[in-house]
């Protein structure tokens, strides 16, 4: 690795905020970035090429000892494993020591996805995962993202903070702000963060992260969970801000338990994760509880020019019970009918989602089950993807490595003796997605969105 350029004002900060310890971490930051992974419950062991090592603050995230074309790798494209930053991992531990797995949860700056990834993990089948980005180019990665991991707990939403302030208010049990930031913690790994910072930077990040917190504060009900969180090392950004939500917005702060072993910091406030001190890049991450008091709970307000989303179109009840067949547990799902799409959803939390869609813009609620076309109901690709997927309702066909890149690339298949009709590609036993023999061909249904554009 070539030496990296620093800000001449960054290093003069934290030889400020630091004292002598700003030496180490100037160095750390001239080392290779870490790799590490989240592995999902949709595979019980995922190998590598490589060394690896746990991540001691998640059971089960893992570091590994080089970085591999993880393009390359069909289980990377199923969803088995997320590439996450090992720190905000962390997260978990957050979440193990002050929410119960039957929450609604806000997760309000969530792409690429990684966190939201890890809350929908957590809460499983009991709790509802709201996930927010508020820049349009960024949500449907989200969406994919989240599609991939198979859950169906989660809604991904396009909407403002203020307007999840406004829309609704005393609804969440923990809001997760992963807030925009000046991005010291990865300047090791991405030049554009070290180009575009500056002290002025700092504090318009600053700014903003008060804004932020100001719109979505009315959604979290009193005595909620906020988890406030950074990937960069300045006080201004995290304690600072910190202490001004505590005294300002009115909320405690509260102590999170940890190894001392893992080489996490103790800010005034919060924690900070150093690469020098802990085997990651840059985070700082807190939880504050929203002081108690007498509430109305959560009421849905009416749509503001807008068409609901809960109109149903397509309820064929024979192509309910093919799409029900589909399903391991379809007891557990809600059918929401959009023009010719079909989408199932927590049944727990119908009417809640039903309220939220009609007021919130929703880019996916849950998993898309079935497409109506023509005469025939087809499975759409994201229930491929989903963990509640009964796969014996469809014809299964192992793919080689090869057979299933080409796949990935949505290139023509070449497959003998697979029966006619629609088929289940897999590889390695996970679901990669769906094709159609029609006899003299193999139609390629994998989304052209997704697919592996170059090698």
């Not at 930031?181 to 504090?203: H, I």
């Not at 919060?270 to 802990?278: D, E, L, M, Q």
Request: proline share 5%.
């Amino acid at each position: 690795m070539h030496p990296i350029m620093l800000p001449v004002d960054f290093i003069d900060s934290m030889r400020q905020q630091m004292g002598v310890e700003a030496e180490l971490l100037l160095r750390a930051l001239q080392t290779d970035p870490v790799t590490s992974i989240r592995l999902n419950s949709k595979l019980d062991v995922l190998t590598f090429d490589c060394d690896t090592d746990e991540v001691p603050w998640h059971v089960d995230g893992y570091y590994l000892s080089e970085r591999p074309q993880f393009t390359l790798d069909p289980l990377f494209h199923a969803g088995c494993y997320y590439v996450q930053e090992a720190s905000s991992m962390f997260i978990q531990q957050v979440l193990e020591q002050y929410l119960d797995p039957s929450s609604v949860v806000l997760d309000l700056c969530a792409a690429p996805g990684g966190k939201s990834t890890l809350i929908s993990e957590y809460l499983g089948r009991d709790g509802l995962l709201l996930s927010n980005e508020v820049v349009r180019q960024r949500v449907f990665i989200l969406s994919e993202n989240i599609q991939k991991w198979g859950n169906g707990n989660t809604v991904v939403t396009h909407n403002t903070p203020a307007e999840y302030g406004e829309l609704c208010t005393n609804l969440f049990d923990c809001i997760l702000v992963d807030a925009p930031c000046s991005g010291e913690g990865m300047f090791r790994k991405d030049e554009q963060a070290r180009n575009e910072w500056s002290l002025a930077a700092v504090r318009k990040c600053a700014e903003r992260q008060r804004a932020i917190l100001m719109d979505v504060w009315d959604a979290l009900k009193p005595g909620g969970l906020l988890i406030y969180s950074t990937c960069t090392f300045n006080a201004e950004e995290n304690e600072k801000n910190v202490e001004w939500m505590a005294e300002s917005l009115g909320a405690d702060i509260m102590p999170v338990d940890y190894d001392r072993s893992w080489g996490i910091v103790e800010g005034s406030v919060g924690y900070h994760f150093y690469p020098h001190r802990a085997k990651g890049e840059g985070f700082y991450v807190c939880a504050l509880r929203k002081h108690d008091e007498f509430f109305k709970p959560f009421q849905p307000k009416a749509a503001k020019n807008k068409k609901s989303n809960s109109q149903q179109s397509m309820a064929n009840p024979q192509y309910t019970e093919i799409m029900r067949s589909w399903l391991q547990h379809p007891d557990d799902w809600a059918l929401r009918y959009t023009d010719r799409f079909a989408t199932a959803y927590p049944l727990r939390y119908k009417e809640l989602i039903d309220a939220l869609a009609d007021c919130l813009t929703c880019i996916s609620t849950g998993f898309g089950l079935g497409e109506e076309r023509g005469k025939t109901i087809a499975p759409q690709h994201s229930l491929s993807m989903a963990k509640d997927l009964r796969k014996e309702a469809f014809p299964n066909v192992p793919l080689t490595l090869e057979q299933a890149r080409s796949y990935l690339r949505t290139e023509a298949l070449n497959l003998t003796n697979v029966p006619l009709g629609l088929l289940l590609l897999t590889y390695e036993g996970v679901p990669l997605g769906f094709a159609k023999n029609v006899g003299n061909r193999q139609n390629n249904l994998y989304p052209n969105e997704w697919r592996i554009r170059k090698l």
